[in-house]
C-alpha cells in the first residue's frame, strides 16, 4: 500500500503545470492503488441484452435550434441511413408507428420489465456502408429507425410532449441516474437541440446521443440513451450537465466539435468489428488510467466538451502493456458498437462517482477520439 501511494503521488505531480489536468486528476484522485493496464484485446466478449439494453445512435440530422443559449442553431450531425443489421428480440412487441415515417402494426404490448430490451447481440452484424438499410434486424430495427426515432425524441422534448414519440406502456426513464416519469425533469425546461451526434447499433435497436441544448436561457450538455423493441422506445437513459455536475462544463467546445466527423459510415476495410470495439472500451476502462492503447497520435480528448488535451498524454493517462488493473479500474457496464460509423460507446460509474458514457471514434484499428458525458450521480439507475 506504501509503494501504491508513492505512485499516486507521482501522478498527482504530473498534473501540476497544467490546470485542466489537475481538475481531471480530481475524478479518479480518491482512488488508493495503482496497478497497471494490460494491452491484450483477444477476450472481449460480445454484448447480450440484460440491464439496459445497449444503445448506439449513427448519423442524424440535426433539429434547428430557438430558444435561448448562446450557441449557433442547426449546427453538426449530418443525416445517414446506411446498413442494415440482424438482431433477436425477446418478449412480444407491440405495433407502433414510429417517427420519420416508418409504421408498424401488431397486436399486444410491449414486453415487461425495466431492465434490458431483450435484445441478443446475434451473429450477423451490420451491412457495411454502401448497402443502404435493405437488412433489417428482428422487429424492423434499422439505422434509419433508430435516426428519426433519435429525430422524434428530441422534437417531443422541446415541444414538452412525450406524446409525440412512440413509446412502450412500461418505458423506463432516468436523468442523472433518478427514475422519473416522461413528461418530467428536462421534458418541462428543454428547448430544440442545437447540436448533436449518435451512434447507432440496430444489432441491439439502441442509439446514443450526446447533444447540446438550452434549458431555459442556458445551454446544457444532454446524453441519451434510447432502446427499442418493436418500434417502441422501451429505455431513456439521460444526463443533464448542470452546473457543478462535473469539474468541465463547456457545452460550446462540444458544439464546436462539429467540424470532426464521426458518423460518415467507413470504408469497408476501416471498420471496425464489433469485437473491437468492445475490447477498446473494456481495456481503457478496466486498466484506466493506463488503458489508452491503440490510441492514435491525432486523438484528442472532450469531457463534457472541456478539453483536456491527447488522449494518451504519456504522463496520467497512458499505455502500460505489462499490467494487470489501473489505479481507476472499472467495468462498463453495458456497450453500443456501431461498426458502420465505427463508434463505441461505453457506460459506467466513472470513479464512482459520476453517471457516464465514453464515445470512441474507431477507425483503422486504432481510436482518434475520445468524448465523455458525465454527471454527478449515486448510481446509474441501471444496475
Excluded at 421534458?187 to 434549458?215: H, I, M, Q, Y
Excluded at 442556458?218 to 448542470?242: N, P, W
Excluded at 494518451?312 to 481507476?328: F, L, Q, Y
Excluded at 453517471?355 to 465523455?372: C, Q
Aim: aromatic fraction near 6%; hydrophobic fraction near 35%.
Amino acid at each position: 500500500m506504501q509503494g501504491a501511494h508513492h505512485d499516486l503521488r507521482t501522478l498527482r505531480r504530473a498534473f501540476n503545470g497544467d490546470r485542466s489536468r489537475r481538475l481531471f486528476w480530481l475524478s479518479i484522485g480518491a482512488l488508493a492503488t495503482v496497478s497497471a493496464c494490460g494491452s491484450d484485446t483477444s477476450g472481449s466478449k460480445q454484448n447480450a441484452g440484460g440491464s439496459g439494453g445497449v444503445s448506439a445512435t449513427g448519423g442524424t440530422s440535426t433539429t434547428t435550434g430557438t430558444g435561448g443559449g448562446s450557441l449557433p442553431a442547426g449546427s453538426g450531425g449530418t443525416s445517414v441511413a446506411t446498413g442494415g443489421t440482424s438482431a433477436i428480440t425477446t418478449g412480444g412487441g407491440g405495433g407502433a408507428t414510429a417517427s420519420g415515417g416508418q409504421s408498424a402494426t401488431s397486436s399486444g404490448g410491449a414486453p415487461a420489465g425495466s431492465g434490458g430490451s431483450g435484445l441478443a447481440s446475434g451473429g450477423s452484424g451490420e451491412s457495411d456502408a454502401g448497402s443502404g438499410d435493405a437488412a433489417t434486424g428482428a422487429g424492423g430495427c434499422t439505422r434509419a429507425l433508430l435516426t428519426s426515432t433519435v429525430d422524434a425524441y428530441f422534437a417531443a422534448l422541446a415541444a414538452h410532449d412525450p406524446t409525440k414519440v412512440a413509446l412502450a406502456s412500461n418505458v423506463k426513464l432516468t436523468e442523472n441516474g433518478m427514475t422519473m416519469a416522461v413528461g418530467d425533469g428536462l421534458w418541462k425546461t428543454a428547448g430544440a437541440v442545437k447540436f448533436k451526434r449518435s451512434a447507432l447499433d440496430a444489432v441491439t435497436c439502441n442509439s446514443v446521443t450526446e447533444s447540446v441544448l438550452p434549458e431555459g436561457t442556458t445551454d446544457r450538455i444532454f446524453g441519451l440513451r434510447l432502446a427499442l423493441v418493436e418500434r417502441k422506445i422501451t429505455e431513456i437513459e439521460t444526463i443533464v450537465v448542470r452546473d457543478g455536475d462535473y469539474i468541465l462544463n463547456n457545452p460550446a467546445g462540444l458544439a464546436a466539435s462539429a467540424s470532426d466527423d464521426w458518423e460518415t459510415p467507413l470504408a469497408a476495410d476501416q471498420q471496425p468489428t464489433r469485437d473491437d470495439l468492445q475490447a477498446f472500451m473494456d481495456t481503457y476502462f478496466e486498466h484506466f488510467p493506463a488503458g489508452a492503447c491503440n490510441f492514435a497520435s491525432d486523438c484528442m480528448r472532450l469531457e463534457d466538451g472541456g478539453s483536456v488535451g491527447a488522449c494518451e498524454d504519456g504522463s496520467i493517462v497512458t499505455c502500460n502493456p505489462n499490467a494487470t488493473t489501473g489505479a481507476a479500474s472499472m467495468k462498463a457496464r453495458l456497450h453500443v458498437l456501431d461498426t458502420v460509423a465505427g463508434i463505441s460507446v461505453g457506460f459506467t460509474m466513472f470513479a464512482g462517482t459520476y453517471t457516464d458514457f465514453h464515445l470512441f471514434k474507431v477507425r483503422g484499428g486504432m481510436v482518434h477520439g475520445v468524448h465523455a458525458c458525465l454527471a454527478a450521480a449515486s448510481s446509474s439507475g441501471w444496475d
